[in-house]
């Protein structure tokens, strides 16, 4: 892959200029206060480090993946390989507690992660940047325990962000990073329920114009209160809370044979009415 393309590293540059930091600084905020009370054992961010979507969370072992694109050369501190993840454990005593490490995978449709072990997965902005996003989910799918969660942000397509971008593709003047294919509201909790993924709450933010300079989207903070009240669904970004559910098991084999019980011998009607003259 050619890294000059790289949709993690170009969404990473356009989240350091002001429109990304606006973006940036709702989604922290509001992971903070979504994942401060999700309890249990292993968290996992996938993808996009420039966001520490689990910085609230207090979860004994936690971890961000990245594919290798943002890493330098030597290795970072808080950076650990797949063949460190053979002891979750050992790793807890390893790493810095309050930064997640950072795991290193070649690809995020195969996690290094053992079935049913992870009790939260957040993905923030990666499903739309990737070339095979179900597959994604179905990884994330595998690695959750029941009843695990999985947390979703992406940019609301039906929004001005979203109709700017459009309009961007035709003139060949993009505001948001080029590679990124938007999916909807209603699409992504359909491939969510295809996975067994009950959705329970959705949240919109940011509804400001999609301006670049700071100065006037600082001057647009009006419309972020009228817009929560009166459209809502319009905002520029989105974040989908999700369950992972469990379908009632069945048995399988042959059905069980019940005795019936034993019938006696019939008497004719006749004789037990039969005159005797």
Not at 127 to 153: D, K, N, S, T, W
Not at 207 to 216: L, Q
Request: with cysteine.
């Amino acid at each position: 892959m050619n890294t000059d393309k790289s949709p993690i590293i170009d969404l990473g540059a356009w989240l350091a200029q002001p429109a990304g930091s606006y973006i940036l600084d709702w989604e922290q905020s509001l992971l903070d206060r979504l994942t401060v009370d999700i309890f249990g054992f292993n968290a996992v961010q996938i993808g996009l480090p420039q966001i520490d979507a689990l910085r609230a969370n207090r979860m004994p072992n936690k971890w961000r993946t990245n594919n290798g694109l943002l890493a330098s050369p030597a290795k970072r501190r808080d950076m650990v390989t797949m063949s460190d993840l053979s002891d979750a454990a050992d790793m807890s005593d390893r790493v810095n507690p309050v930064v997640p490490p950072i795991v290193l995978c070649h690809d995020f449709c195969e996690l290094p992660f053992d079935s049913h072990s992870i009790d939260l997965v957040v993905l923030p902005h990666i499903l739309e940047f990737a070339e095979e996003p179900h597959q994604i989910l179905r990884e994330v799918e595998r690695i959750l325990i029941p009843e695990g969660r999985v947390i979703i942000c992406g940019f609301n397509r039906a929004s001005l962000w979203g109709g700017r971008q459009a309009a961007g593709r035709l003139a060949g003047n993009y505001f948001l990073p080029k590679e990124g294919d938007f999916i909807s509201v209603p699409r992504m909790k359909d491939w969510l329920k295809l996975l067994n993924m009950e959705v329970n709450h959705t949240d919109f933010g940011c509804y400001a114009p999609p301006f670049r300079t700071e100065k006037w989207l600082k001057r647009s903070g009006l419309m972020e209160n009228v817009g929560s009240r009166w459209w809502p669904y319009f905002g520029a970004t989105y974040t989908i809370q999700a369950i992972k559910r469990i379908k009632g098991m069945h048995l399988i084999g042959p059905a069980w044979k019940h005795k019936r019980a034993a019938r006696g011998n019939a008497v004719p009607v006749t004789n037990r009415n039969k005159n005797h003259g």
